[in-house]
């Protein structure tokens, strides 16, 4: 299934948000995931399946002025 | 002498340097500025995770006391600045938010246009919005109606550390805004931080000065004392100027005076 995660199409096997975010080793707790233009927390991610051509960002905080 | 406490969106400030999260050569170095400068707020930015790569939490090193002031850096429309603003607020960091919009990549000064327009909106929904703007006064009156929580004029290019360069018109904003006026970007030196409070700000933000100095933690405290020194002397209103020397000791009863010689003869 394909999807776009930050902008670049990616290959993805199918399953949830919080299975994408294991499979890619991401720390949950510093993570932010807007699905489809929508801010998933994270308590949701096990119930979000990821469908083809769902649009992700998954974002942090940085360091920023 | 007593000062009124900083109060913005509802949160009060004793401590008038806001900080910054950027530029550090390691962010462990952060929590040690929070505390050797007492910032009670700081600024981060939000950004696309690295895949590739894993990655520190910057939010690890912010005691949970400190204010969190997302900002939407990276926005070149009111339009992205509101969308990265409430994925901020939904990701937890609470309802401030620095509206950083920037169309101009040479001198990154900030689309006032744009700005007005996300403060709208995002004031309606209930955020703290402090916008960081060129200095201009129907703009900040604008922003204040619109509800904006703050006004953050810069007094020179974002990391120019050039200091107060538009002071006389950051002065008009401090003389006619009801809402706090924090001067942010470009203030290099704890003097600048110190005239910018001299002059009446509120407050000021400084990240750069701090962050990429040799010793940031030491550099954050000298921030801090300027600022507090700034503000003491705000309230204690400052001596007029005067062009001619003003004796500072009594020109009368000189040991050597003659009765009736004339002061001004005296060698």
Known sequence: MRVTINGKSEQVPAGTIEQLVRQRGLKPEALVVEHNQRIVRQAQWAQVRLQEGDILELLRFVGGG | MNDEVLIIGGRTFSNRL?????????????????????????????????????????????????????????????????????????????????????????????????????????????????????????????????GAAAVMPLGAPIGSNRGLETASLIALLV????????????????????????????????????????????????????????RMAFLAHMAETSALARASSPLTGFLNAVENECHSTRP
């Not at chain 2, 995770?49 to 894993?54: I, P, R, W």
């Not at chain 2, 110190?194 to 921030?223: H, K, S, W, Y």
Request: glycine share 8%; aromatic share 4%.
């Open chain 2, 18 to 146: 806001f900080t910054g999260t950027g530029k550090f050569a390691d962010n462990r170095l952060i929590a040690g500025m929070l505390a050797s400068s007492g910032s009670q707020m700081i600024t981060v930015a939000l950004r696309r995770v690295d895949l590739s790569a894993g990655g520190d939490n910057i939010l690890d090193h912010i005691p949970k006391t400190v204010t969190l002031l997302p900002n939407t850096s990276g926005a070149r429309t009111a339009g992205e600045a509101v969308r990265i603003a409430r994925i901020a607020r939904e990701a937890g960091c609470g309802d401030f938010i620095k509206i950083e919009v920037i169309t101009d990549t040479k001198y990154l000064m900030p689309d006032n246009y744009e700005t007005l327009q996300a403060t709208e909106i995002l004031a309606k929904e209930g955020f703290v919005v402090l916008p960081y703007v060129l200095p201009d006064l129907p703009l900040a009156k604008r922003l204040e109606n619109a």
């Open chain 2, 175 to 230: 003389e006619n805004c009801h809402v706090p006026v924090v001067v942010d970007a470009g203030i290099g030196r704890p003097s600048h931080a110190a005239a910018a409070m001299e002059m009446g700000a509120d407050a000021v933000l400084v990240n750069t000065a701090i962050a990429t100095a040799q010793d940031p933690v030491a550099m954050g405290r000298a921030f801090s004392l300027a600022v507090a020194a700034g």
